[in-house]
């Protein structure tokens, strides 16, 4: 059954957080111990120069659906991708078509050797053999939709109709090598993105400043179809982070709360903040825990006209 979203009185967007990086599109995430729960937090980079500390945590990611064309099997090929980074490589593509997936960094790799490696402190997280950190070597995170997708009417959310979005692995560079782990439409919501399980072998980190990762790709489609945009719109879906790791005394983890992103196709990203302000404050999450990527103008933010979006069908 399709859940129901409500919205509320606008907030002030002075206090979402935004921001802009060169390299990686990943989520960071945390262990909180006192929860025996996996934190979600901002966007960060995930190589130099990267993330160097625990971010704030998370739970609305705002960002954009922009068409990109690839090549598959030698053949030029339409995409519509989420896109929380902005860069452009040499030839003027996107560098990182799609995102964002999720990255952790070790509070210790490995406590029991000489000149233990340490990456960031109080992430919670060790590669193995620690007694009181999560250790990650052998187990693996997912993504896991909990809502069906919705689009913004101008009063309510509703079914989309014929767009649709995939969860698949990889960081869609490569879209001949990938396989959608979910499809996720306006009435379903199930399956799960289960990234590959982490290298336990320390010797598999490239330095103690490398930032182990998942890449991910949300693709948006209608009728379909990758090749047709979607009709312009703010969307909404919502998906819950977990992990296999078990806790320091040995029993399961608590996945992370809900998680939600809210995405501009065919319409402004300051004007997607402005409906996503409004889902935080009606459905009782902070506006701390709102980001924005990439970081749009704070005077386009300030100035935009608020909740435009009326749902244009043909």
């Known amino acids: 059954m399709r859940q129901s979203l409500t919205l509320g009185p606008a907030l002030s967007l002075l206090a979402l957080s935004s921001m802009t990086f060169?390299?990686?599109?990943?989520i960071q995430l945390t262990y909180d111990?006192?929860?025996?729960?996996?934190?979600?937090?901002?966007?960060?980079r995930t190589s130099a120069p990267n993330v160097a500390s625990v971010t704030n945590e998370k739970r609305i990611y705002v960002m954009p659906v922009l068409p990109t064309t690839l090549s598959v099997s030698g053949n030029p090929t339409l995409f519509h991708y989420t896109r929380p980074a902005a860069d452009r490589n040499a030839s003027g593509a996107p560098a990182f078509p799609s995102g964002p997936g999720l990255t952790w960094a070790y509070e210790v790799v490995d406590p029991t050797v000489a000149s233990p490696v340490t990456q960031i402190p109080g992430t919670g997280f060790a590669l193995r053999n620690a007694t009181s950190l999560v250790n990650l070597g052998g187990t693996n995170f997912s993504y896991t939709p909990l809502s069906p997708l919705n689009v913004w009417s101008g009063s309510a959310w509703v079914d989309p109709g014929t767009e649709s979005i995939q969860f698949l692995s990889g960081d869609g560079t490569n879209p001949a090598t990938q396989s959608p782990a979910v499809t996720l439409g306006g009435a379903s919501s199930s399956g799960a993105l289960n990234f590959s399980a982490i290298n336990g072998n320390p010797a598999t980190l490239p330095s103690a400043?490398?930032?182990?990762?998942?890449s991910a790709?949300?693709?948006?489609?209608?009728?379909?179809?990758t090749s047709l945009p979607a009709d312009p719109g703010v969307?909404?879906?919502s998906a819950r982070v977990a992990t296999t790791a078990l806790s320091p005394t040995g029993g399961s983890i608590n996945p992370a709360h809900p998680i939600y992103f809210?995405?501009?196709?065919?319409?402004?990203?300051e004007s997607a903040a402005l409906v996503a302000s409004d889902f935080a404050s009606a459905n009782n999450i902070s506006s701390s825990f709102i980001q924005v990527v990439p970081e749009p103008s704070t005077l386009a933010l300030?100035?935009?006209p608020a909740l435009l979006m009326k749902r244009r069908r043909q």
Do not use: C, D, K
């Not at 060169?22 to 990943?26: M, R, Y």
């Open 302 to 304: 300030l100035a935009a």
């Open 33 to 44: 111990a006192a929860g025996n729960r996996i934190v979600t937090r901002e966007v960060v």
């Open 262 to 269: 809210v995405l501009a196709s065919g319409v402004s990203l």
């Open 22 to 26: 060169g390299h990686g599109v990943q």
């Open 217 to 225: 790709t949300f693709r948006m489609l209608n009728n379909g179809q």
């Open 209 to 214: 400043a490398a930032r182990p990762h998942n």
């Open 235 to 237: 969307y909404l879906f």
